[in-house]
Structure formats: C-alpha cells, structure tokens
Nanobody, 117 residues
Framework: QVQLVESGGGLVQAGGSLRLSCAAS????????MGWYRQAPGKQRELVAT???????VYVDSVKGRFTISRDNAKITVYLQMSSLKPEDTGVYYC???????????WGQGTQVTVSS
C-alpha cells in the first residue's frame, strides 16, 4: 500500500498563489510518476500535472506558465506551486501515484482549492 497525504489547499483571491504538497509513505519503492488531478464541482476529474522521478513534467494546457510541479525524491514528496490563480482553478486537488507493478493507482484524500473572483 501507498499512503498519500496532501496539504496546502485553501481560499485565495484571483491572482494569488498557493502551494500544495503531497507526501508518500508505505510501499514507495519503485514509484516513478507522481502528479495532481483536480475535480471541479459537476465536472470530471482532470489531470493537472505529472512529474517523473527523473524530473520530466507534463502539464494540462490551462495551467502552463502558471503552475509548477516539483519533487523531492529523498522525501518522496511532490509539490504543486500554483500562481496567477483563476476562479476556474477551483476544485478538489488529488495527489496520485500509479504503481504499474501493483496494478494499482493510489490517491490522496484531496485538498480543496477555492479561488474567489
């Protein structure tokens, strides 16, 4: 099992910044990709950003240039620095870590991000 614990969500005004953190524990050996999804009210969960253990990153177009994903491999922790936030960034942000060797994807409990206009 892999446990993912998120922190850092909250309420911020449009144009502001927030930093999310996600710490992994448990069966963390072999984790390569980690990342963030988000789910807005009434919408499907969407991928926000991913990062590999080698530092390769992928972002959804809507956050490029505003969000930065980073990772501390020693701490098995992934971060999402969110800047120039918009009301449409509002949602529950979920950390995730796919483990193909276990045929499972692990998820955090989610952290609420609310951006007011």
């Amino acid at each position: 099992q892999v446990q993912l614990v998120e922190s850092g969500g909250g309420l911020v005004q449009a144009g502001g910044s927030l930093r999310l953190s996600c710490a992994a524990s448990g069966a963390v050996a072999g984790i390569n990709v980690m990342g963030w999804y988000r789910q807005a009210p009434g919408k499907q969960r969407e991928l926000v950003a991913t990062i590999t253990s080698g530092g390769n990153t992928v972002y959804v177009d809507s956050v490029k240039g505003r969000f930065t994903i980073s990772r501390d491999n020693a701490k098995i922790t992934v971060y999402l620095q969110m800047s120039s936030l918009k009301p449409e960034d509002t949602g529950v942000y979920y950390c995730y870590a796919p483990r193909p060797a276990l045929a499972r994807t692990f998820w955090g409990q989610g952290t609420q991000v609310t951006v007011s206009s």
